[in-house]
T-cell receptor, first 116, second 113 residues
Framework: EAQVTQNPRYLITVTGKKLTVTCSQN?????MSWYRQDPGLGLRQIYY???????DKGDVPEGYKVSRKEKRNFPLILESPSPNQTSLYFC???????????????FGEGSWLTVV | AQSVSQHNHHVILSEAASLELGCNYS??????LFWYVQYPGQHLQLLLK??????LVKGIKGFEAEFIKSKFSFNLRKPSVQWSDTAEYFC???????????FGKGNQVVVIP
């Protein structure tokens, strides 16, 4: 079954304590990305990766880091979390191959992060 | 870069009423268009997508959307909603061959039994 798996699903942490949210996909997709969802703002892209060792900033990258050492994994790292990073985070992946000109993007189940 | 506008963030309607959610995008080139649904406490699920061909697209759960290129629109419709359609709906766009999705801010839809 095609899956994008995120962990943890729920986390409460304190300001400044480094944390990592893992993301793994089993579809051999080249493209992976991270979004955060906030009320009234929709989903905003944090970082994305076109392939292994290729990452780039999205619309709201401040305070986040990513790495893409393997094709299947794309962890999101918060080196020093702050309360304004309290949000719902989604990992997504898609094939680099075009389906009739487009690419369906698959989402993980989301990770609720609270920073106090 | 592409951007997406969704209007009427909060929509409340009764069961059996018809639903239409507007989506407008700004991008001059060829686009791919998506509607995603997020049920309470759940992740995003793809409702339907348009890549090319017939501009009237049918999706799951009785939803459809029409791509009108001249209006830069991709409105979502359902003729008769059910209580189980209570959810948040997101329109999304990416440029042809591009993986980056731009999302609208969403429509929170509440269906009253």
């Amino acid at each position: 079954e095609a899956q994008v798996t995120q962990n943890p699903r729920y986390l409460i942490t304190v300001t400044g304590k480094k944390l990592t949210v893992t993301c793994s996909q089993n579809m051999n997709h080249e493209y992976m990305s991270w979004y955060r969802q906030d009320p009234g703002l929709g989903l905003r892209q944090i970082y994305y990766s076109m392939n292994v060792e290729v990452t780039d900033k999205g619309d709201v990258p401040e305070g986040y880091k990513v790495s893409r050492k393997e094709k299947r994994n794309f962890p999101l790292i918060l080196e020093s979390p702050s309360p304004n990073q309290t949000s719902l985070y989604f990992c997504a992946s898609s094939s680099g191959q075009r389906e009739q000109g487009g690419n369906t993007i698959y989402f993980g189940e989301g990770s609720w992060l609270t920073v106090v | 870069a592409q951007s997406v506008s969704q209007h009427n963030h909060h929509v409340i309607l009764s069961e059996a009423a018809s639903l239409e959610l507007g989506c407008n995008y700004s991008y001059g080139g060829t686009v791919n268009l998506f509607w995603y649904v997020q049920y309470p406490g759940q992740h995003l699920q793809l409702l339907l997508k348009y890549f090319s061909g017939d501009p009237l697209v049918k999706g799951i759960k009785g939803f459809e959307a029409e791509f009108i290129k001249s209006k830069f629109s991709f409105n979502l419709r359902k003729p008769s909603v059910q209580w189980s359609d209570t959810a948040e709906y997101f329109c999304a766009v990416n440029a042809y061959g591009n993986n980056r999705l731009a999302f609208g801010k969403g429509n929170q839809v509440v269906v009253i039994p």
